[in-house]
């Protein structure tokens, strides 16, 4: 018993099977695809109540940001104003304290030199007086060593004199 196959019957039998793969896998899409609305049909009927509330509120909440945005929008020109108002007394007193700032430093400087100025006059004043003090210091000494020498020439001539 000889069966002859020809390439059309092969063909159809694998386009027969192809079809048959493709159907299952159909199926198989469908059943996760109605497992998947099964799931959000069972969420939204779980949060119907909170869906609903925010629904409600939303035009509420349109409102509200319009407002917001409007208030925003008031300011945002009120800051723009006080901005270009400020802006040429901002830059004055930039100036005005670049000024005072070159001021100090001109004053800082002056300080410094003055400072040194008298430290090296009070050194100088001190140094004299320091000399003032020794050279007087010397000199009495060399007073009284002129009194010592006179008392011992006139107890001499006393001696001298009176013997």
């Given at each position: 018993?000889?069966?002859?196959?020809?390439?059309?019957?092969?063909?159809?039998?694998?386009?027969?099977?192809?079809?048959?793969?493709?159907?299952?896998?159909?199926a198989l899409?469908?059943?996760?695809?109605?497992?998947?609305?099964?799931?959000?049909?069972?969420?939204?009927?779980?949060?119907?109540?909170a869906i609903?509330?925010?629904?409600?509120?939303?035009?509420?909440?349109?409102?509200?940001?319009?407002?917001?945005?409007?208030?925003?929008?008031?300011?945002?020109?009120?800051?723009?104003?006080?901005?270009?108002?400020?802006?040429?007394?901002?830059?004055?007193?930039?100036?005005?304290?670049?000024?005072?700032?070159?001021?100090?430093?001109?004053?800082?400087?002056?300080?410094?030199?003055?400072?040194?100025?008298?430290?090296?006059?009070?050194?100088?004043?001190?140094?004299?007086?320091?000399?003032?003090?020794?050279?007087?210091?010397?000199?009495?000494?060399?007073?009284?060593?002129?009194?010592?020498?006179?008392?011992?020439?006139?107890?001499?001539?006393?001696?001298?004199?009176?013997?």
């Amino acid at each position: 018993m000889g069966a002859t196959i020809t390439i059309s019957d092969l063909l159809q039998i694998i386009l027969y099977v192809a079809g048959a793969a493709v159907l299952i896998y159909l199926a198989l899409v469908l059943k996760n695809v109605f497992k998947i609305t099964g799931k959000v049909k069972n969420l939204l009927e779980e949060n119907e109540i909170a869906i609903n509330d925010s629904v409600k509120r939303f035009p509420s909440i349109t409102n509200n940001v319009d407002k917001i945005s409007t208030d925003a929008a008031s300011i945002s020109g009120e800051v723009d104003g006080l901005v270009t108002t400020i802006k040429p007394e901002v830059e004055r007193l930039s100036g005005s304290i670049s000024k005072v700032s070159d001021t100090v430093d001109n004053l800082t400087g002056r300080v410094d030199e003055t400072s040194l100025r008298v430290r090296d006059t009070v050194d100088d004043i001190s140094g004299t007086i320091s000399d003032t003090a020794k050279t007087i210091s010397v000199n009495a000494n060399n007073v009284i060593d002129y009194f010592y020498i006179l008392r011992e020439v006139i107890d001499a001539l006393r001696d001298v004199f009176f013997k």
